[in-house]
């Protein structure tokens, strides 16, 4: 188990500009969730995956962002035509729904995204 | 609308110097408390997770509880290597995603 891996750990790009990141989860974890935090704010929830299906958006998934689990192991999270207020930490995380109590989501390292 | 919030925003310490972090929620039917710790420029680590009003848990320096309104990090003799932002959540929305405090930005201090 070596947890939870992004990729790439830092990405600059130009306005405008297309961007992917990647996010492996923990192997034996069916649920994946991505989120975004900006400086001094906690993380916030942009989208959720059991297994390949996504099942749930966050209002801040405008119509440039798209995130894919095509056969529920990694995902990818694209960002189209990227402004600058897109630029933040983009976290990914993992879990294992647990019997009866709410499962644990664990962390990847996150992709620090800077838009110019 | 059901919330979180962290006192204080930050904390500066010295070595030694036991202090308490509070996370307090409006949220009704919590579905279970999680504290983690933030290095900078990391993802958060996973410290506690709480399900019930009087529970503790304890890890090191650290000691987690929670009453019916609020939860407390106590740190006890912290050390400058628990300098970090800790981070409460609880569980938000149909599917389980977290919903999280601002964060307390502690500074321990040799």
């Known amino acids: 188990d070596t947890g939870v891996s992004q990729d790439p750990r830092h990405k600059i790009t130009k306005r405008g500009q297309n961007v992917t990141f990647r996010c492996d989860p923990i192997?034996?974890?069916?649920?994946l969730y991505w989120y975004r935090q900006t400086l001094g704010q906690g993380p916030e929830f942009l989208t959720y995956?059991?297994?390949?299906?996504?099942?749930?958006k966050s209002r801040l998934l405008s119509d440039r962002f798209s995130a894919e689990r095509p056969k529920g192991s990694f995902s990818t999270l694209e960002i189209q035509r990227t402004e600058q207020g897109d630029s933040a930490m983009y976290l990914c995380?993992?879990?294992?729904?647990?019997?009866?109590?709410?499962?644990?989501?664990?962390f990847g390292p996150g992709t620090r995204l800077l838009v110019l | 609308e059901d919330q979180v919030t962290q006192s204080p925003e930050a904390l500066r310490l010295q070595e030694g110097e036991s202090s308490s972090l509070n996370c307090s929620y409006t949220?009704?039917?919590?579905?279970?408390l999680f504290w983690y710790r933030q290095d900078p420029g990391k993802g958060p680590e996973f410290l506690f997770t709480?399900?019930?009003a009087g529970e503790e848990k304890e890890k090191e320096r650290l000691k987690a509880t929670l009453t019916k309104k609020e939860s407390f990090l106590h740190i006890t003799a912290p050390k400058p290597e628990d300098s970090a932002t800790y981070l409460c959540?609880?569980?938000?929305?149909?599917?389980?995603?977290?919903?999280f405090g601002k964060g307390t930005k502690l500074s321990v201090k040799p």
């Open positions: 959540a609880y569980y938000g929305g149909s599917q389980g995603n977290l919903i």
């Open positions: 995380a993992s879990s294992w729904p647990g019997q009866g109590a709410q499962e644990t989501q664990y």
């Open positions: 949220v009704s039917g919590l579905r279970g």
């Open positions: 709480l399900y019930s």
């Open positions: 995956f059991q297994n390949e299906a996504q099942l749930e």
């Open positions: 192997s034996e974890h069916n649920r």
